[in-house]
């Protein structure tokens, strides 16, 4: 029932943040437009040199769009609802967490809705590179219908791995204060380099983004599976388990963060 009762208030809070955002309606719609020309933007720069030269170490166009999709698709659901976790930083400096601290639910979901926004530019960005990959790679005949509840299936685990990173890394931020330059290293330039395949990469850095800041597993190594058949449908049951863990690692961390904190005082 205690449960239930947060869960319904945080649903208000949602509610809340997002009717105080809407009474700003051309600004919303600007901010989703210009997010959605700059990630595109982003795959249009890649795009062009596979066009170029055909394919990166075997991977086609339709591939890497399909990497490319997933990992944006999969920071979108992560930080439409938790995106103050990455913001962490922001309530430390302030003093404004000792706030969260005397609200009667758990700190995370009176966190997690503040500032709620939609991202509606991403989501239209990713889900249009998505429907493109997706659709070039049936035509060809390389992946069925099937794919379609699979990527949906590893887009909801994906966010749960990178909303796992991003809490650890801004629980860092109850000895540290200060965390920015930390989530351009765990999240950022990760994610970023997650959204290629990571054999064009070292093997050392490959590793890397594998056992210790595992982003692969959010798009990477469920992709040799649901488009070239490798390994596997393990892989779907594997990253579900790294996500599971991985989430489960982090909630601890942070429950262990929050008892070393200090307030900013006066």
């Known amino acids: 029932m205690k449960l239930k009762s947060w869960l319904t208030l945080y649903r208000l809070l949602i509610r809340t943040s997002i009717r105080s955002r809407m009474q700003y309606k051309f600004n919303f719609l600007l901010a989703a437009v210009l997010a959605a020309l700059i990630q595109i933007s982003e795959f249009l720069m890649v795009a062009i040199v596979l066009h170029k030269f055909g394919a990166i170490q075997g991977w086609s166009i339709y591939e890497v769009g399909y990497l490319f999709a997933v990992m944006t698709l999969s920071k979108t659901l992560y930080r439409t609802f938790a995106d103050e976790v ?24 009176a966190l997690m809705p503040q500032n709620f926004r939609i ?10 590179i998505l429907c493109w990959s997706l659709g070039g790679m049936m035509k060809g005949g390389q992946v069925g219908w099937t794919a379609v509840p699979s990527t949906l299936f590893i887009i909801g685990t994906g966010a749960v791995i990178l909303f796992s990173i991003g809490l650890a890394t801004a629980t860092i931020g109850f000895w540290t204060t200060r965390i920015g330059e930390l989530q351009t290293f765990t999240e950022d330039a990760a994610r970023t380099a997650a959204q290629y395949p990571l054999s064009i990469y070292p093997k050392w850095m490959s590793s890397l983004l594998l056992i210790v800041i595992p ?16 390994l596997g449908a393990w892989v779907l049951a ?8 991985c989430l489960a ?4 961390f942070w429950r262990f963060g929050i008892t070393r904190y200090q307030s900013t005082g006066s």
């Open 86 to 109: 990455h913001h962490l930083e922001k309530y430390l400096v302030s003093g404004d967490f000792d706030q969260l601290l005397t609200r009667p639910m758990p700190v995370l979901l």
């Open 215 to 230: 982003v692969g597993f959010v798009n990477y190594i469920p992709s040799l599976y649901i488009l070239r058949g490798e």
């Open 119 to 128: 991202m509606l530019g991403e989501v239209l960005q990713g889900g249009f």
């Open 238 to 245: 594997a990253s579900a388990g790294v996500a599971i863990v």
């Open 249 to 252: 690692a982090s909630l601890r």
